[in-house]
């Protein structure tokens, strides 16, 4: 089978997709845009999972929708938690990372009868899948809760089917519920037969490994109850009044029906990244179980993975979503390791998936450069270590065979993942391909041991929230904010705390938290730092705020110190924001905007911004980029700045709805929440940006722009720090001043400094290669004519000579060349030089090659180098270690001495 006619030789996907939302579209369905994969609205998930998860507050009444009826395509990932496909991906048929799920909902409209005839007659009728290839189930009644009748009566209507062809199945299979209280209902689902011989008693059947037999294509979701918690403690259930309609229907899964393929991963959507895959590995894909048509398959899935969440600004990092890609990619990366590809390759089939899927997801194209440069990357990053880490594995392996273990220890697991980067699943992977489990239970207790040692004040920080939430609910409203507009203002006091607790007053040297209903004073968020001021009553009493800030409900939190009077709860104030420290914050936020604009224009689109820091002394920015900047990047990046500065436009500070922004061209950041209206920033068209910090009036209030410094902080994250205005020019006096001082000292102009310095630098270059060579001299016994002299003490054994020597002050090179040409003058035989540094001994070994058959050069300096607590090795006729116990050092050359005895 393989589609209708109008599919052929076209991307059934695509076809798939667009006939889907055309299909609901065409029945009132208001089409809507794929959410984000990472949750706008729920702190719970940590990626949506599902096509009804930007939809869930709307179906619980939280959230209202000009519409009552929606489809959509949702991008979709299962990693972690209750749905965690990893451990399959590959293996099956059907399993994925990251799926795309069609979807058609009813919010309170239409119920059971419209749902299941459109979802009918776009099966048989646009996609004509062949009937006697299909069985639908049913809730068949579970749990004191009846069969869904009704679902079966209108099955039996609409297809015709009698009922061993509509199956009655229990809560595991066909009843749906958000959790154990809220909405719920039974589902009803679709399956096809992918094979001959369908045969509906076998729908709870696996599917074989190739993907034949019965799978799920889609689910139809009724919330037609609502349950929760009675004053016992029971769950009472009850029916909505206005039941709604929630279904999902695998992209992947329908479009490989369509071209008539057993498995997904035969399908356009994925089979194109096998190939890319079985490309770089110089290999064959078969499409069977074997471990190369596997590591392939997860390739292909995890490229998608990795796409779209470097797309949506995850990098690979230690910790949350981060963690959870860096765990994928290093899976992909691992199989490609095992398939033999020796470069890097992620990248490669992740920019096929660029190609694949661009123009449905236009952010993938919009990205491509950085999900290019991250995969890349990481997987440089990664390579570094995977060797390392397999020889440990594998050592560990050897010994446990020798023992006749069959469990990895989870202090071995640790370690990899703690020092060469192998995420757990990725030990176990590579565990039961040997026929090997883990012991996770020893590696939860090696991890939590770490973060015993490395726990802080954590159960301060919980009470000291729980005193913020406690406020804010006191307060009961976020507090009004002035500031945009003025720098003072008054507001009357709602709450005061002191050392954690709620008081009503507070009196002169008292360290205080005030909370007002309004203030002009910025309280700290989006990366700019919170205002400082006065508050005072005209009557005695003076409040120094040191910073504002705004940990819970939106509540602003003044923390500050009673200089005179008594402070109290339902008094007025009077606020005044410190207006140099204001405005100063003000040039470095405008000017971070405008720093933003010139990484762009100068790297291109994927230096995005990933955190930064505005105070009123300087201003720090973290963007998406794998390497440091050249000089004459850094140049070009402050010319464009300061251009924008002296051309002075106005600075523009609007509030409007979040889709007229968005239809303005105005940049979102990664990782911030708006909602439906925003405040939109533009400093000339090249700069339009969401923000809600205060701003410079007009650009050329902002004043000299100056790069301090630049440097990476974090995989693929590099940093900059800046001056502006009065800072900046505080910071090139201060350059001024160090070389005039630099001039005076080295009796020279300014201008002469760098030739005075390079000559100095080449004189000093020549006096130590003299010291070197004179110390080489006096090693290897003055060089003089007498001769023999540095072979003093060297004692005979079987086939030759050893010699051990002290020779102190000697650099490793210098070090090393003494002991090589002992050597060559002591002809057959094992030569040791220890030398004593200020703080370290350093150590070589050289052997013949005449006896490197009986003595390795890298063994006797590992037994030597543990007498001064340290170690090392090397080729069997030259190593080099060393230890940090100076003293131990003569120790150490009676010891050399005596492993010949």
């Excluded at 990244?273 to 392939?296: C, F, H, I, R, W």
């Excluded at 008054?490 to 309004?518: H, M």
């Excluded at 203030?519 to 409040?543: C, H, K, N, V």
């Excluded at 270059?765 to 023999?788: Q, S, T």
Aim: aromatic share 6%; hydrophobic share 40%.
């Amino acid at each position: 089978m393989s589609g209708p006619a109008s599919f052929a030789n076209r991307p059934v996907s695509s076809l798939v997709r667009q006939s889907f939302l055309d299909h609901f579209q065409g029945r009132g369905h208001t089409i809507c845009e794929s959410a984000p994969i990472i949750p706008q609205n729920d702190p719970t998930l940590m990626f949506t999972n599902a096509g009804m998860v930007p939809f869930k507050d709307v179906f619980t009444g939280k959230d209202k929708r000009p519409f009552t009826r929606a489809t959509s395509s949702q991008k979709c990932i299962r990693i972690s938690g209750k749905h965690n496909d990893l451990e399959n991906v590959g293996v099956t048929a059907r399993h994925h990372t990251f799926f795309e799920m069609l979807g058609n909902f009813s919010f309170g409209d239409y119920f059971k009868e419209e749902a299941i005839v459109s979802a009918w007659d776009l099966i048989t009728k646009t996609w004509e899948i062949p009937q006697e290839k299909l069985v639908i189930t049913v809730f068949g009644g579970a749990e004191g809760l009846g069969p869904d009748d009704e679902a079966r009566a209108l099955w039996r209507k609409v297809t015709g089917f009698g009922d061993e062809r509509i199956i009655g199945l229990g809560m595991k299979d066909n009843f749906w519920q958000m959790g154990d209280v809220g909405p719920c209902g039974p589902c009803t689902e679709i399956h096809f037969f992918h094979g001959d011989d369908p045969d509906p008693k076998k729908i709870l059947d696996e599917p074989l490994p190739d993907g034949r037999g019965w799978m799920e294509i889609w689910n139809l979701v009724f919330m037609q109850y609502e349950r929760s918690l009675g004053a016992d403690g029971s769950i009472i259930q009850k029916s909505l009044p206005k039941p709604s309609v929630d279904t999902g229907a695998g992209l992947e899964r329908v479009s490989a029906v369509l071209q008539g393929k057993t498995s997904n991963y035969e399908g356009d959507l994925l089979r194109s990244l096998v190939e890319k895959a079985a490309e770089l590995a110089k290999k064959p894909y078969g499409g069977t179980q074997g471990n190369d048509d596997v590591s392939m398959r997860v390739i292909a899935d995890h490229a998608r993975t990795t796409a779209f969440l470097v797309a949506e600004g995850i990098f690979p990092d230690r910790a949350g979503r981060e963690y959870v890609l860096r765990r994928v990619m290093r899976r992909a990366i691992r199989h490609g390791h095992r398939l033999g590809i020796t470069k890097p390759f992620l990248h490669e089939v992740a920019g096929e998936v660029v190609r694949l899927m661009g123009d449905a997801y236009p952010e993938l194209t919009r990205r491509k450069d950085v999900i290019l440069a991250v995969a890349e990357q990481e997987e440089v990053r990664f390579r570094e270590t995977i060797d390392r880490g397999l020889k440990l594995l594998d050592e560990e392996v050897q010994g446990m065979t020798d023992r006749g273990e069959t469990v990895i220890r989870g202090d071995v697991a640790f370690k990899l993942n703690d020092t060469y980067g192998f995420p757990l699943d990725l030990t176990e992977v590579i565990a039961s391909e040997r026929n090997l489990t883990v012991d996770h239970a020893g590696f939860e207790g090696a991890l939590a041991a770490q973060k015993a040692k490395s726990a802080g004040s954590k159960l301060g920080d919980e009470a000291l929230a729980d005193i913020w939430r406690a406020v804010a609910e006191k307060v009961g409203a976020a507090t009004t904010f002035l500031g945009y507009e003025n720098e003072a203002g008054e507001g009357t006091v709602k709450a005061i705390v002191v050392d954690g607790a709620l008081v009503e007053s507070a009196s002169a040297g008292a360290e205080i938290t005030l909370i007002c209903d309004a203030t002009p004073f910025y309280a700290e968020s989006g990366g700019q730092m919170g205002d400082a001021g006065t508050a005072t009553d005209g009557d005695g009493l003076r409040i120094a705020i040191d910073d504002t800030q705004k940990p819970h409900g939106g509540v602003h939190l003044h923390h500050a110190r009673v200089s005179a009077g008594v402070v109290r709860v339902g008094q007025k104030v009077a606020l005044t924001v410190d207006h140099a420290r204001r405005s100063a914050t003000r040039r470095n936020h405008s000017a971070t905007h405008l720093l933003h604009w010139a990484l762009r224009t100068v790297l291109g689109d994927q230096a995005t911004q990933k955190g930064s820091l505005v105070s009123s002394d300087r201003l720090r920015f973290d963007f998406s980029w794998g390497k440091p900047l050249t000089e004459a990047e850094l140049t070009k990046i402050e010319d464009l700045v300061n251009g924008k500065i002296l051309a002075n436009a106005p600075v523009i500070t609007e509030v409007l709805k979040i889709e007229e922004a968005r239809s303005r061209g105005a940049m979102a950041m990664f990782g911030e929440k708006y909602g439906e209206v925003v405040r939109v920033l533009t400093m000339t068209e090249d700069s339009v940006e969401f923000c809600g910090g205060t701003h410079a009036a007009a650009l050329g209030d902002i004043g000299l722009f100056k790069i301090l410094s630049e440097g990476g902080v974090a995989a693929g994250v590099r940093r900059v720090e800046c001056a502006t205005g009065e800072n900046a020019i505080a910071y090139v006096r201060d350059l001024e001043g160090t070389l005039k001082k630099a001039a005076r000292t080295l009796k020279s102009a300014t201008a002469e400094i760098p030739t005075k310095v390079e000559k100095l630098l080449d004189q000093t270059k020549l006096l130590e290669k003299e010291v070197a060579d004179l110390k080489k001299k006096l090693a290897l016994g003055g060089g003089g004519a007498g001769g023999g002299d540095e072979l003093e003490g060297a004692f005979s054994i079987e086939g030759g000579r050893v010699l051990a020597v002290r020779r102190d002050g000697l650099d490793p090179a210098s070090l090393r060349e003494v002991a090589e040409k002992l050597r060559d003058k002591l002809g057959e035989g094992v030569v040791f030089v220890a030398s004593a540094g200020s703080d370290k001994v350093a150590l070589v070994v050289a052997v013949s090659k005449g006896m490197t058959a009986r003595f390795k050069a890298g063994e006797l300096a590992g037994k030597a180098a543990a007498v001064v607590g340290g170690k090392g090795g090397g080729r069997p006729d030259l190593a080099q270690a060393g230890g940090p116990d100076v003293t131990k050092i003569d120790e150490a050359v009676t010891a050399f001495k005596g492993f010949f005895a």
